[in-house]
Nanobody, 125 residues
Framework: QVQLVESGGGLVQAGGSLRLSCVASGRTFSNYAMGWFRQAPGKEREFVAARGKTGFSTYYADSVKGRFTISTDSAKNTVYLQMNSLKPEDTAVYYC??????????????????WGQGTQVTVSS
């Protein structure tokens, strides 16, 4: 069992930045690929970014490439999502997720067994 707790969401103006954090507990952090997904009102959940189990591969949705960065701190069992140049269309609930021993296909939410409770990000225009 892995428990994931996100934090760092909030209200920011367009063009601003936020950093989301997700602390994992319960199992060895290094055995898991970590991903970020988001869901806006009335829309399906969508992939945002992910880091493979080994930590050498990262993946981004085209809509956030060049603006968002996923990173990890293994000593703190934490994965971060640095979000820069935020746009109103980035408004959503952001979820952290963990997939055991995964390295590829990380944009599919079906790969992830464990999910956090989500943190709201609101970008005003």
């Amino acid at each position: 069992q892995v428990q994931l707790v996100e934090s760092g969401g909030g209200l920011v103006q367009a063009g601003g930045s936020l950093r989301l954090s997700c602390v994992a507990s319960g199992r060895t952090f290094s055995n898991y690929a970590m991903g970020w997904f988001r869901q806006a009102p009335g829309k399906e959940r969508e992939f945002v970014a992910a880091r493979g189990k080994t930590g050498f591969s990262t993946y981004y949705a085209d809509s956030v490439k060049g603006r968002f960065t996923i990173s990890t701190d293994s000593a703190k069992n934490t994965v971060y999502l640095q979000m820069n140049s935020l746009k109103p269309e980035d408004t959503a609930v952001y979820y952290c997720a963990a997939a055991f021993q995964a390295e590829y296909g990380l944009s599919s939410d079906k790969l992830y067994r464990y999910w956090g409770q989500g943190t709201q990000v609101t970008v005003s225009s």
